[in-house]
């Protein structure tokens, strides 16, 4: 499971969804929520997203989704899926993806991609903090 700490900028809420637009390092990821948060603009949060989940590109494509580069650092080919391991600011990023779909890139270590993940796909995560 991916996780990376950001701070919420913008919070849009309309019925039982909401967009929430949270900043990590200069970058903004969008989240839609199915639910209004109980965090408010400026609280401090830890966003969770599959492996399974991200899509990694060699080019910005014009989307909905959030768009990020990294470098990959790692790559764990399989018959079936790869996994890959991106640097993106001082966090690291993991992809899992169909071997022959990576193949197709052309990818390397050290090589700068984007990964992309849809709103939807982002939750914030919530745990009890106790003694």
Known sequence: MNQLKGKITSIQSSQHLSLVDVEID??????????NPIETIGSEVDLVFKESEVILSKEAICSTANIC???????EEGSILTYVTLLYHDKQIAALVPSATFASLG?????????????????????????
């Open 69 to 75: 580069s990294g470098r990959i650092s790692k790559i």
């Open 26 to 35: 200069g970058d903004t990821l969008r989240l839609l929520l199915l639910e």
């Open 107 to 131: 990818c390397k270590p050290n090589d700068t991609v984007y990964w992309i993940i849809s709103p939807s796909e982002i939750s914030l995560q919530r745990g009890h903090h106790g003694s």
